[in-house]
């Protein structure tokens, strides 16, 4: 089976979804050593990794153009029909048309239609009627969570078996880290508090940071000693939250590093005492399981893929209730005992997600796409929706 794969996204400077495509692809690069399966990036623009490639995964070199969403349209069907790909993966909510190759498409979330005030007004007008008529008219398309599988099939109503759930999973490199030397330097290297809860995402509104600097202001009332550390790029909209630090007097006590290599993101998570990720609504929420593999003590949000993939490993509180997030950071700070109960769980249920896991199954709906399987893929434990009440999956080795 020959593989085309998106690499769009592997850009420097990347974030959520380019972490996404990297992670996904080395680990496809894996099975399809031993498969037999050809595996073919390709792309827009010269693509970037933090790791090379193995010789057995080829990058399509062709003519380049500056613009992806205009790439795919013109240019990406001529690629997939001139290396004659049996199945392409596009992994970023859209897919061009006019091709004869088996499309599936990853569709991380449904945010620009429920939460569109948190989007710029371009990439409302241009990506989410694509979006749209990805979902329609992919062979297989893949979501990151139940709870963004469901969110996709109420709002386009396309039928349920043609959308399947593939975890994420955090990278190789998350995980607790004891080398003092390394420690020191990071912390030095972004002039890190001694004492700090973490933050790691974009900047932008549909993270709740204005929210999230009320809660660390009332929390300082409260006798908190710990700063609050912000880790990503800066989006959109970004420059209200500065004044309102200010109003809030917060502008020693809260640090922005901007964004941060991922080879140093695990080693700042075991720096901070605790993690929090407020989001009003995402797809999975790759920070929290990052945070949780480092053994970091997580707080997040009770709502969309949140509560589903921290299970009962986190606390948990309402996106919206300022006073519940100040009550969440004062016990976190202040409670020893409950954040070595929480770094425990956390160990526990990151170990459940696997990117090697993940690649199994997408090599498996890619086959399925392509006429080479027949059936449903098999899903892995943690691909299937718990009952009600159950949170818990069973656990899988991380990869």
């Given at each position: ?7 769009t ?12 495509t ?38 399509y070199?062709?003519r380049?153009?500056?613009l ?6 013109l ?74 599988r ?110 941060v ?61 300022i ?77």
């Amino acid at each position: 089976m020959r593989i085309a794969f998106d690499g769009t996204t592997l850009t420097p400077g990347r974030t959520g979804v380019g972490y996404y495509t990297e992670h996904l692809l080395q680990h496809l690069a894996r099975e399809v050593e031993s498969s037999g399966d050809e595996l073919i990036v390709i792309s827009n623009q010269a693509i970037d990794t933090a790791q090379p490639l193995p010789r057995h995964v080829r990058v399509y070199e062709h003519r380049r153009f500056p613009l992806r969403i205009v790439w795919m349209q013109l240019l990406a069907a001529r690629v997939l029909e001139d290396i004659k790909a049996d199945v392409a993966h596009f992994t970023n909510g859209m897919l061009p048309l006019g091709t004869g190759a088996a499309r599936v498409v990853t569709i991380h979330d449904m945010s620009l239609t429920l939460f569109p005030r948190c989007h710029p007004l371009r990439r409302l007008v241009i990506n989410r009627p694509l979006l749209g008529v990805a979902a329609r008219v992919a062979d297989e398309v893949v979501t990151v969570s139940h709870s963004a599988r469901r969110d996709l099939l109420r709002l386009h109503g396309i039928p349920a078996d043609r959308v399947s759930v593939a975890y994420e999973a955090a990278g190789p490199g998350f995980g607790p880290i004891t080398d003092h030397a390394r420690l020191a330097r990071i912390r030095a290297r972004y002039a890190l508090p001694e004492r700090f809860l973490l933050y790691v995402g974009a900047i932008e509104p549909r993270k709740n940071l204005p929210r999230l600097m009320e809660a660390f202001a009332a929390a300082k009332q409260a006798g908190v000693a710990h700063d609050l550390v912000c880790v990503g790029p800066y989006g959109w909209s970004s420059r209200d939250l500065y004044e309102h630090i200010d109003r809030l007097d917060l502008r020693r006590t809260v640090h922005f590093t901007g964004y941060v290599p991922l080879g140093d993101l695990p080693t700042i998570y075991n720096l901070a005492d605790f993690f929090v990720f407020p989001s009003l609504y995402e797809g999975f929420g790759l920070p929290v399981v990052e945070a949780m593999a480092c053994g970091t003590p997580v707080i997040t949000a009770s709502s969309s893929s949140l509560e589903e993939i921290a299970a009962d490993a986190a606390e948990m509180v309402d996106p919206h209730e300022i006073a519940q997030l100040t009550d969440a950071i004062v016990r976190l700070a202040t409670s020893r005992e409950r954040r070595e109960e929480l770094s425990t769980r956390g160990l526990m249920r990151a170990a459940e997600f696997s990117w090697t896991r993940t690649a199994r199954e997408m090599l498996a709906l890619y086959a399925r796409a392509a006429g080479f399987a027949t059936g449903p893929a098999t899903p892995s434990p943690a691909a299937v929706e718990p009952a009600v009440g159950v949170k818990r999956v069973s656990r899988g080795v991380a990869s």
